[in-house]
């Protein structure tokens, strides 16, 4: 993707998470600079999770997630999640050799052995799979079970 | 039509549909009839967002997963509403 039109392209998609939305989500953006949205999600009920999506080209390449400590620090490990089926994988990613989000619409996802054949393609043109769908994808599952 | 943000007539509820593309309305609430299905006002925010393809979406208050072929009554809600409206968790490996 041209980095000009990828701009674009993330600008459009970042617009929407507004104020009330933000809000309402208890989710508490530090950053939405291209190529990089740093957001964190809070919640009474749960350990915050602090996420940094890095979308350089994109929507040819779907974001890359780095899972974050709330202070910003890299995770290299991830704590016991309270249900058995999470999009939060504690094995290490072979290129990061760190905890991912193992779900479509990731790049470590579909980079993943078991995953190859499941392409992005499939998925760039939904609305579920814009940066704002995938991010409410992955607040429902740190919401499911994230401790 | 401005935003009616103070109190709902009767038999109205206030709503707002929350998603990632934008809230309809942008601000305040839409006074809706309360025996509407839910999903009339979310096909009216998809209209106003811009969103087109709502497949396999799923709309939540409070973190309660509803019924969008109910009513608001049907649903248990009245008063001031936020519907978060996006898709659903994603599938995906599934490890632990």
């Known amino acids: 993707m041209n980095p000009v039109a990828a701009k674009a392209l993330f600008d459009l998609s970042v617009g929407g998470l507004d104020d009330r939305l933000l809000t309402a989500r208890g989710w508490i953006l530090h950053s939405r600079a291209f190529p990089s949205l740093d957001i964190s999600f809070r919640s009474t009920e749960r350990l915050e999770l602090r996420l ?20 910003g620090g890299l995770l290299t490990a991830i704590p016991t999640q309270r249900s058995g089926s999470t999009i939060f994988n504690a094995g290490a990613h072979a290129r990061t050799g760190r905890p991912f989000v193992c779900m479509a619409g990731v790049r470590e996802y579909h980079e993943h052995s078991s995953h190859v054949g499941d392409l992005w393609s499939k998925y760039k043109a939904l609305d579920s799979y814009s940066l704002g769908g995938i991010l409410i994808q992955l607040w429902r599952g740190w919401q499911r079970s994230w401790p | 039509m401005p935003p009616e943000n103070e109190h709902p007539k009767p038999h109205q509820v206030l709503v707002a549909v929350v998603t990632t593309s934008g809230t309809y309305p942008p601000e305040g609430f839409n006074g809706v009839p309360e025996h509407q299905p839910v999903k009339v006002e979310l096909a009216q925010a998809s209209k106003k967002l811009g969103i087109s393809n709502t497949n396999g979406w799923v709309a939540t208050v409070g973190g309660r997963e509803l019924n969008v072929e ?27």
Request: glycine content about 14%; aromatic content about 8%; charged content about 30%.
């Open chain 1, 52 to 71: 940094r999506l890095r979308c350089d080209d994109w929507n040819d390449t779907p974001p890359s997630v780095d899972l974050l400590a709330p202070d």
């Open chain 2, 70 to 96: 109910q009513n608001y009554i049907e649903n248990q809600l009245a008063g001031e509403v936020e519907i978060h409206w996006g898709p659903r968790e994603g599938g995906g490996g599934g490890y632990r």
